[in-house]
């Protein structure tokens, strides 16, 4: 038992099934295993053992039965929920000092329903303030180390659970996204991360549940295994006025289907939006081009139409931090770290009319993508524009001599598909010479998370990097993709 940790999920799933393996016995290897590793990384600062052995025994007694659509059912195996995310009986700081002493008395809506398709939690996963930032650090935990360098960032805002993968802490993890926050850390991190159509994955309670720009989603170590947890995750629930059925097939049926795969696009730069890095670029369109070898066109330096993106996205991120944020700025002004405080701040100024133009880009955005994948079957470009970044650094500033204007515009080539209310995944598609992760975003039609994940699978077969993981935490001298 000591060497679970090292399986997929799905084969421990399929073990926690058949009975050869207790919920309680998956638990106690990865509470050993994040005992051995957690002291280098911090990507779980918060345990809750006692609540997850109740859960664990819940499950093996049979009270927690399995769903009657037959999808989804995860048995026993634990996972980590980041701490941004409510659960019942546990401290839930959002990483922010305002709420460092924090209980929720009750889950949130993805929590309940996880937990209700037999996840055991046990505990919350590490992230930046209030999700702001590509950076997991914040002043409660500290911060969260990369395990392919622990000198270096795993990015954010899902750092905790990207690390919690890729070091073997757990087999799944649950993360959010609005502007890159499950593919930034999922590239860094050589893990995959996907950001799910808005109302795939209810969400909730929140201040604006109409909004569209911030998702929950699924973590894992590969494809297969987060299609998995997307099945536990995906669904609609009567709370979320945004969410919806799931499709007839599952998604563990659909990634393991052939894709229909005709013409795939690859732009390094999504237009010119951003600078991005060389060797990053170099290897996401090595990476590309192997679709290829699966019969499909590929076509180079190809998009929608996205160069009002980075404005048309500081208008409306800074729209929803004052809804979210406003009234502890008020309040708490001293705890909060100078980036919400700028960003709370940014939005107060905006007038009407800025919102208003703003609103109309991002409309013209999502119609001139629509149409762009009547032409095509995927968009390819890179999930981060550079490889991972020493760990002191707050978030990168500037790139080949573009000073970038604020904290969070180094993931523009993220936050640009954001608008676009499209499904996006990173993949691990590759190293740099200096053996770092770098992650290839694949888009994928609208609601078309089934097909993204099958051709998702495919490339993934090809690369051969996913048997790599999970790692021992390396030291910078010991970094190395092999």
Known sequence: MSELWRLSARELVRRLKAGEVRPVEALEAALSRIEAVEPRLNAIPTLCEARARRQAERIEKGEIAPPDDGRGWLAGLPIVIKDLNDVEGVRTTYGSPIFEDHVPQRSGFEVERLEARGAVILGKSNTPEFGAGAQTFNEVFGVTRNPWNTALTCAGSSGGSAVALASGEVWLANGSDLGGSLRTPAAFCSVVGLRPSPGRVPHGPVASPFQTLSVEGPMARNVRDLALLLDAQAGFDPRDPLSFDPP???????????????????????????????????????????????????????????????????????????????????????????????????????????????????????????????????????????????????????????????????????????????????????????????????????????????????????????????????PPAASGAS
Not at 335 to 349: R, S
């Open 248 to 474: 007839a097939l599952p998604f563990v049926e659909a990634v393991e289907r052939p894709p229909r795969l005709v013409r795939v696009a690859f732009s390094a730069d999504l237009g010119g939006i951003t600078p991005v890095d060389p060797e990053v670029a170099r290897i996401c369109r090595a990476a590309a081009e192997r679709f290829a070898e699966l019969g499909c066109e590929v076509v180079l330096d190809a998009c929608p139409d996205l160069s009002d993106a980075v404005e048309v996205f500081r208008v409306l991120r800074a729209e929803q931090f004052v809804t979210a944020r406003a009234p502890l700025l008020e309040r708490y002004r001293a705890l909060l770290k100078p980036e919400v405080i700028w960003n709370i701040e940014t939005g107060m100024k905006l007038t009407a009319e800025e919102i208003g133009r703003a609103e109309r880009r991002r409309g013209q955005m999502q119609a001139g993508a629509a149409a762009f994948f009547e032409r095509f079957d995927l968009l390819l470009c890179p999930a981060a524009i550079v490889p991972p970044f020493p760990v002191e650094r707050r978030y990168l500033e500037e790139l080949g001599g573009h000073r970038f204007p604020s904290y969070i515009d180094w993931v523009a080539i993220t936050y640009a598909i954001t608008l676009t209310g499209l499904p996006a995944l990173s993949l691990p598609c590759g190293f740099t010479e200096a053996g770092l992760p770098v992650g290839l975003q694949m888009v994928g039609r609208p609601r078309g998370e089934g097909e993204l994940l099958a051709a998702a699978a495919r490339l993934e077969d090809l690369s051969g990097i996913a048997p790599l993981l999970p790692i021992d935490p390396r």
